[in-house]
């Protein structure tokens, strides 16, 4: 279970987020661009640390004190894949595995389920620096996917893909945090997309404090203010 | 007058332009062809040359060794910290690029010598830190420290922050990311940066000359022979300098260039 309660000033806007997940939830965090989703989101990651609050995953207090990056156990996928270009795909996502697992049989077929899920295969021995953006995109959920963290924190990551691409890697998202039974926080906004993949729960901010939260259709039903209104309307 | 053909005409000027500027600054090596008379290479400049090469490719390696394992893990630092700290290391850095050489070496000598604290103190060790092999190296090491940490902070830098960042959020711990991800990234521009510490070491004269007149490097040796024997005598060493010091440097820089523009 996910406990976070993020305080974060910057120069223009103060993010005060309280939020709660459960194992193996999904929650969309809804809003304009600037409205601090992103900032929320990195907080939890420990790219960004909060002024004041706290992170707890699963009784383990993330923050404060800020437990190093490479200690939290979560994935987070950004817009930018981040791939490492000096690698092939295959290294690429085999990346984070520790070695003594990488002998795994089990380690084993999950990172081949990734490969045949994503259509990676043909591009698996390929230089990660010569794929195109939306096989990148690919590569980086099988990186992030591959030590199958129990929370996953995804910043816009369709940000620019086309609409197939996004609803299969959407679809693939949803079907894995199911089977696998990871929690999932996604910042997007774009309503329909973040409906689609996180479905149960969502939580509106504007100008860094949430104003709504709840179900998807209650959002649509009833949303608090004229902005989120005007967000959700049919272009 | 069609565009194109006073597009082409402007750039056939510039390139015309920019191969009088090339060959001005290759000129002088035309002097390689001077006619001085027959070039001497007897036994009494031989032997003192070919050890002088022996002296500068011995320790100036030695000098880059220390430099890159040193030099390294500093600018690996550097480039972590926020700007004002990075500030106060790089004015720090520049200090002993800055000194003219002549002065690094007398202050060198002064500092390691017998008046200096820590060169009485190695003198109690047996190290003599003035016309020794020590003191060579450490002149180079001064000489050359400078210049590559501040290529290597700048070839770290060149490495995408949210690689290091990826890295440790799928669990790598710090020295783990720098050494799979900062290091192989940066390679190149290390390579670019030692490239110049040793070109700049190697060819350490007036520092040198202060502190280390034995054992003599080439540079010295050039002189010597200038002042003992003249022109004919300096020549075939010369060659030998050119030939050590140059290929290596300007083929990793013509490398990186290529890497940069892949």
Known sequence: MLKVHIVKKRRELEVDVSLELEAGQSLGLFGASGAGKSTVLACIAGIEEPDDGFVKLNNVQIFPPSLPLHQRPLGYLTQEPGLFPHLRVGENIRFGIPKELSADAEQSRWIETLRDRLQLGPLWNAPASSISGGQARRVSLARMLARRPPLVLLDEPFAGLDRQLVRELIDDLVFWSQTVGFSMIAVDHQAEVLKRLCPQQAIVLEEGKAVQRGAWCDLYSNPATPLLRSLLAPI | MNPSILHNDRRWWARAGATVFALALLYPLTALFAHIGPWQWSED??????????????????????????????????????????????????????????????????????????????????????????????????????????????????????????????????????????????????????????????????????????????????????????????????????????????????????????
């Not at chain 2, 190296?137 to 949210?162: E, N, R």
């Not at chain 2, 070491?201 to 080439?218: D, H, K, L, Q």
Request: charged share 10%; aromatic share 10%; proline share 7%.
């Open chain 2, 45 to 262: 400049v031989r032997g003192p040359a070919l050890a002088s090469v022996r002296v500068s490719l011995l320790l100036t390696g030695c000098a880059m060794v220390i430099i890159m394992s040193v030099g390294t893990p500093i600018a690996a630092y550097i480039a972590r910290c926020r700007m004002t700290e990075r500030l106060v290391w790089q004015a720090v850095l520049l200090v002993p690029i800055l000194l003219p050489p002549l002065a690094l070496g007398i202050l060198l000598t002064l500092a390691f010598g017998p008046y200096g604290a820590v060169g009485s103190y190695l003198e109690r060790f047996g190290i003599v830190m003035t016309n020794s092999r020590a003191a060579f190296v450490s002149t180079q090491v001064y000489v050359g420290m400078g210049y590559y940490v501040l290529g290597a902070v700048a070839a770290f830098d060149a490495v995408p922050g949210i690689l290091q960042k990826q890295a440790a959020l799928l669990g790598l711990a710090p020295w783990k990311v720098f050494w799979r991800v900062t290091l192989p990234l940066s390679r190149l521009g290390l390579a670019v940066a030692l490239s110049i510490a040793w070109v700049r070491a190697i060819g350490e004269f007036g520092a040198v000359v202060v502190t280390a007149y034995y054992p003599s490097g080439m540079p010295v040796q050039l002189w010597v022979n200038l002042q003992s024997f003249g022109l004919p005598a300096v020549m075939p060493l010369l060659v030998v300098f050119l030939a050590v010091a140059l290929p290596l440097p300007w083929l990793v820089h013509v490398l990186a260039q290529r890497r940069r523009h892949a």
